[in-house]
């Protein structure tokens, strides 16, 4: 079980709205978010309603202001990521639909073209565990979160325009 407090001002300050679920738009508790406190489990945020746009992954900790976590914008909605145990299994291809090479994956891979010698990743089926997905190698860039379940083109997650360079498994017992 997870919780996290978001606020509307920086540093803890103003209204607060506590979440222990997913919540797929804050507007309605709060008319911004700049800080956030991570009391336990962890969570994605997001600076669009509905989980969309740019995500990040929070773990336990405190946030006195969301540039400190690289958003650009207010959280707009979160998403409680589920404590996994057991083993991590990923399929990823180079091409939309399952096509092209394909390579399973159950650590994590810091550059997926270096490794695999594939251009892109653009598409995967996530069999066991929560993963993050980057954009850029060594877990840089824009992420994705992706659990269980099949993957057609990292364009339909509104990863348009990005190519998957690394993935990390979400192993924190938060």
């Not at 309605?28 to 309603?49: A, I, T, W």
């Not at 073209?113 to 993963?131: E, K, M, N, P, V």
């Amino acid at each position: 079980m997870g919780k996290i407090v978001f606020y509307e001002d920086r540093n803890f300050q103003g209204r607060s709205h506590e979440c222990m679920s997913d919540c797929s738009d804050m507007s309605s508790y709060l008319s911004r978010c700049h800080s956030c406190r991570v009391e336990s489990g962890c969570f994605m945020v997001y600076d669009r309603p509905n989980y969309m746009g740019n995500q990040y992954f929070m773990r336990r900790g405190e946030y006195a202001d969301y540039t400190s976590f690289g958003m650009s914008d207010s959280v707009q909605s979160c998403r409680l990521v589920p404590q996994h145990r057991g083993s991590y299994r990923m399929r990823i291809f180079e091409r939309e639909n399952f096509q092209g090479q394909s390579h399973e994956l159950v650590d994590d891979c810091h550059n997926i073209a270096d490794r695999y010698q594939i251009s892109d990743c653009q598409s995967c089926h996530i069999l066991d565990g929560h993963w993050l997905m980057f954009e850029q190698p060594h877990h840089r860039g824009r992420m994705l979160y992706l659990s269980p379940g099949e993957y057609r083109s990292t364009k339909d997650l509104g990863y348009r325009g990005t190519r998957i360079s690394s993935v990390r498994r979400i192993m924190d017992s938060c």
